[in-house]
């Protein structure tokens, strides 16, 4: 990798290895995500996406390689070495991981109240203000998440994620089980967030139509091994057959459609 492309990572992955007992999921896995953009990671069902987002964020260890984020080794660092990088980041689960039992103020302030010395007051303020950036109504802040739409709890869900103003977020599956209108407005929610909080991104999603719409670039993993990365034009016109039939099967055709009239 070029000197220049090495400075400009957020997140940094060579040679990375990981396996569930004797199954491999990733072989040799090569990856880079860049300051400022919003990079996609797409695959078939248990091709390992989730899994290399859980070994990003230090909730898995991989066999081998090597993985640094904000130029720092992740691997091999205990919780207490690893706190202050986990600050920089926010994370958006796919089932949001709201806990039931709090308020979406409550949800939100939460992380704030952990890793911050902020008297409660202000907490309330600014839970109100990530809420509100998210594009929920005011009164979504005294509602529990069963009270909640599947898009509102995406999007309390990444309010949580954005309440410690982190420099990269990592999405996994934004999109999965709403309506397309609901994923519609998470997709432009998405794009808008990065750019009015200069936010560096990197989402898991099999959404054709938010990769369309949002992605910079994407990288297609399967078998454990990336078999491509580059803008959706670019993946497009690779002759590789997975990639050629996630791209003109039905959905990738119809999606790649869409895009271009909302253009």
Known sequence: MEQNQIADAVIDI??????????????????????????????????????????????LKPVS?????FG?????????????????WGVMFERGAL????????????????HTQLSPGLIDEIAALKIALTGLPADAGAKYPSELSGGMRKRAALARAIALDPELLFLDEPTAGLDPLSASGIDELVRNLRDALGLSIMM?????????????????????????????????????????????????????EQTWKKK
Not at 33 to 41: A, D, H, K, N, Q
Not at 72 to 82: I, P, R, S
Not at 227 to 255: C, D, K, N, W
Request: charged share 25%; hydrophobic share 40%.
């Open 14 to 59: 060579r040679e990375l290895h990981t396996r569930y007992g004797n199954a491999v999921v990733h072989d040799n896995v090569n990856l880079t995500v860049r300051s400022g953009e919003i990079f996609s990671l797409v695959g078939g069902s248990g091709c390992g996406k989730s899994t290399l987002l859980r070994a990003i964020i230090m909730l």
């Open 72 to 88: 720092q080794e992740v691997t091999g660092l205990n919780d207490e070495q690893a706190l202050d990088l986990r600050r920089r």
């Open 204 to 256: 898991v999603t099999h959404d054709l139509d938010l990769l369309w719409r949002v992605a910079d670039r994407v990288a297609v993993l399967d078998g454990g091994r990336i078999l491509g990365v580059g803008t959706m034009e670019e993946l497009s016109r690779l002759q590789h057959p997975l990639i050629r039939e996630y791209f003109y099967g039905p959905r990738g055709r119809a999606a790649h």
């Open 99 to 114: 806990f039931s039992s709090l308020t979406v103020a409550e949800n939100v302030g939460m992380v704030l109240r952990e």
């Open 65 to 69: 390689g090597s993985i640094r984020v």
